[in-house]
């Protein structure tokens, strides 16, 4: 006989993972909307136009304002040139550009994710087009479920087309900042592109597609590492968005038959759960839950909650840009009808539930300071140490075999490779000498020696190499190593630059 667990229906294997559900942001209009949007507006502006922007730097120069030339190791920002060796520029910028993201997040949560960064501006205009195309969220929803059929065919067609031509401009506006733009723009239209050129610009164009178009909330959730970092530089005085509870709960539906006294009687608040807040965000969180390491600080729920306020005749407010400190003084103050205090998007002239004691964000808390002060520093110290930067660079390499040379006359003689590197945008002619024995005389490769030192050459923006020689008179070293230094003084403006090295001979 057959044991009876046999008999009983096999359970469906459950999964440790919830899988993705995709987010259809609601559309929506208010202060917050139309700031988002001239942010897209002006920054996608400056992406596209700065490389067009010309800049004279002379005839065999590129004359592009804004250039990083990875095939010469040349950054150009207008007027300044950076050389592969000033790269701690570049880890000057990248400090104080961190900081400072310390500073905004200190003062306005993430506000840096839900207005600038790239990310966010791309899957705006993404979801603007599928919006376009698709029509709102409730269209868009019952499009995705509907079978296969012309029209769905049509309109996913044609989103997906628009996505692609905005993703190929973007992947141009990419590679347009490390080649000279006007040449990349006739080699595109002529299709005389090579393979490196074609392969970035299909390498910028799948990934903004795909992320703008596909990954959106995912790319802010799993792949990027700053909201777990935030939460470190916020405290309770930082402006975020926050959902005044004291007011809203408990939350329902609001019936029409009952009044707005006759619902508070109830132990109902001004929320009457719509979930446009929702609906509307594009991380697709609930603001109404508490503070969340997901959320974005782009106010749109704050637009859509102030929509519903306005049609229910209620003050503005309900979700807004607030403080943690003032939120935990309003939910302890007593009840009354004007509050002395209104935040970013907070209560309107008709007054809240709740009033606070009159409050100020303090800006110049101690982490503010501290963000300010190291980036005047850092900055400052970049500004001093660009000012008086050298015009040029020298590098010296001795020979490793053989160590020295003997001559006839007992003389010693070592070989030296010597580069010099000219910043400037003029030929440069540079005296060399030689200090730290006496007696030594200097010579390169194809010109007699001389204690007067040699004329080193160098063209505009290049690095000139010589191989040079330091023959010193028998007797004149006593070490098997001696220091000795090789001073390059510029032989029209007297800048001098200086490098130690050694002189080898025999072991005593």
Same mark, same amino acid.
């Given at each position: 006989m057959p044991d009876g667990s046999s008999l009983q229906p096999a359970r469906p294997k459950e999964s440790l993972y919830e899988a993705h559900k995709k987010i259809h942001p609601r559309a929506v209009?208010?202060?917050?909307?139309? /700031?988002?949007?001239?942010? +897209?507006?002006?920054? /996608?502006?400056?992406?596209? +136009?700065v490389p067009w922007l010309r800049w004279d730097r002379g005839a065999d120069a590129p004359g592009q304002a804004v250039l990083f030339d990875l095939e010469q190791a040349r950054f150009f920002l207008f007027g300044i040139e950076i050389w592969p060796q000033e790269i701690y520029y570049l880890t000057g910028l990248l400090i104080v550009a961190a900081v400072g993201l310390f500073l905004a997040t200190a003062l306005a949560g993430r506000v840096w994710c839900g207005f600038g960064c790239p990310h966010t501006v791309w899957t705006d205009l993404f979801i603007r087009i599928e919006h376009f195309f698709e029509g709102d969220r409730a269209e868009r929803i019952r499009l995705d479920k509907a079978k296969w059929s012309r029209r769905k065919l049509l309109r996913k067609g044609a989103k997906h087309l628009f996505w692609t031509l905005v993703a190929a401009i973007s992947g141009f506006g990419f590679v347009a900042y490390f080649t000279d733009a006007p040449t990349l723009a006739h080699d595109v239209l002529t299709l005389d592109v090579s393979g490196n050129v074609l392969s970035?610009?299909?390498?910028?164009?799948?990934?903004?597609?795909?992320m703008a178009g596909y990954t959106r909330e995912q790319m802010c959730k799993y792949m990027c590492p700053w909201p777990r970092i935030q939460t470190a530089m916020l405290d309770e005085h930082s402006l975020v968005v926050t959902y005044q509870t004291h007011r809203g709960d408990n939350r329902a539906p609001k019936r029409k038959s009952e009044s707005w006294e006759q619902r508070l009687e109830r132990g109902f608040g001004d929320c009457i759960d719509c979930n446009q807040c929702v609906q509307v965000c594009p991380m697709g969180?609930?603001?109404?839950?508490?503070?969340?390491?997901?959320?974005?600080?782009?106010g749109l729920c704050v637009d859509a909650c102030d929509t519903i306020m306005d049609g229910m005749g209620r003050p503005r407010g309900l979700i807004a840009f607030d403080t943690l400190a003032r939120q935990a003084m309003v939910a302890a103050a007593p009840p009354s009808s004007s509050p002395p205090f209104s935040a970013v998007g907070g209560c309107a002239a008709g007054g809240c539930a709740t009033a606070a004691p009159d409050y100020r964000v303090p800006l110049l808390r101690a982490r503010v300071v501290v963000y300010l002060v190291v980036m005047v520093l850092v900055g400052a110290l970049m500004t001093a140490t660009f000012a008086n930067r050298a015009r040029f660079d020298v590098s010296v390499l001795r020979d490793r075999a053989p160590l020295f040379v003997t001559l006839r006359d007992g003389s010693l003689r070592n070989?030296?490779?010597f580069k010099v590197a000219n910043k400037t945008r003029e030929h440069r002619a540079y005296a060399l000498a030689v200090g730290g024995i006496a007696g030594a005389i200097l010579g390169a490769a194809g010109e007699d020696a001389t204690d007067t030192g040699v004329v080193i050459e160098a063209d505009p923006d290049s690095v000139a190499t010589y191989r040079v020689y330091v023959t010193v008179p028998k007797g004149a070293v006593t070490a098997a190593s001696t220091p000795v230094t090789f001073t390059l003084t510029e032989t029209t403006r007297g800048d001098a630059n200086s490098h130690d090295s050694v002189f080898l001979g025999p072991a005593e």
């Open positions: 209009s208010g202060r917050f909307r139309r /700031l988002k949007w001239l942010a +897209v507006a002006g920054l /996608l502006g400056i992406f596209f +136009v970035f610009l299909a390498l910028f164009t799948v990934g903004t597609y795909a969180i609930d603001v109404r839950t508490g503070a969340q390491a997901d959320c974005i600080n782009c070989a030296y490779t």
